[in-house]
């Protein structure tokens, strides 16, 4: 089946400096990823859409300025908290989209990477 | 963006089976209905998806009601390992793949 993988799978940092989370589709290639954040307790909030070679699409209320999408392969995504603070501690989940006409409505997720900012 | 409506929990003994209900009255005539689950700690997984038609794979059942407001997934013996929150979703843009995720059904399974 298709793997996603994500990289770190956890992280702290301090608050005020940067973090990139990479997300990689291992066998396939995906021309669209997703960027998920989840609270705990909560379920699934989109952050964004993240298409290969062209700018993000953020969802209602997220920064883009704070969180800093690149889609720069079809098998690579990344996602930068900048300025990271507290609040910004969550379990942030990538997923891609495998395209075409039997599967064309699978999603697969990546295992997810939690942050935690000090 | 169509909306779906599941219970918050659900319990089940182990080996039996488990019927998850969603709602979804104002599905549109393209829908598809997707589930997905989420086991602790980690990213959701794909489950199973349908439209019209009853589905079955190696994970699940999907029992989708002739309206298609309603549909039930099927575990047909419920493991420890099937404890997880169940997505019941209909994708915002088929091209996308977009998915809007509602608070789901946590199920717990007990020994």
């Known amino acids: 089946g298709a793997v996603v993988s994500q990289h770190p799978s956890w992280v702290i940092c301090k608050s005020g400096t940067s973090v990139k989370i990479e997300c990689r589709s291992l066998?396939?290639?995906?021309?669209?990823m997703f960027w998920y954040r989840q609270f705990p307790k909560q379920s699934l909030m989109l952050m964004a859409t993240?298409?290969?070679?062209?700018?993000?699409?953020?969802e209602q209320g997220v920064e883009k300025d704070k969180f800093l999408i690149n889609h720069a392969s079809l098998t690579l995504s990344t996602l930068t908290v900048t300025s990271a603070h507290p609040e910004d501690s969550s379990f942030y989940i990538c997923s891609a989209h495998l395209a075409g006409p039997r599967i064309a409505y699978e999603q697969y997720f990546g295992p997810g990477t939690r942050l935690t900012v000090t | 963006d169509a909306k779906t409506t599941q219970p918050n929990s659900m319990e089940s003994n182990e080996e039996e089976p488990v019927h998850l209900p969603c709602n979804h009255s104002?599905?549109?005539?393209?829908?598809?209905i997707h589930w997905y689950r989420q086991l602790p700690s980690q990213g959701p997984e794909y489950v199973i998806h349908?439209?019209?038609s009853n589905v079955n794979n190696r994970m699940a059942s999907l029992a989708i009601a002739e309206d298609r407001k309603s549909s039930t997934l099927i575990l047909h013996r419920a493991t420890l390992r099937d404890a997880a929150v169940y997505y019941c979703?209909?994708?915002?843009?088929?091209?996308?793949?977009?998915?809007?995720f509602g608070q789901g059904t946590t199920l717990q399974v007990k020994p």
């Open positions: 979703i209909l994708p915002v843009s088929s091209n996308t793949g977009k998915l809007i």
């Open positions: 104002t599905i549109s005539g393209t829908d598809y």
């Open positions: 993240s298409n290969e070679g062209s700018k993000a699409t953020y």
């Open positions: 349908g439209l019209t």
């Open positions: 066998d396939f290639q995906a021309t669209t």
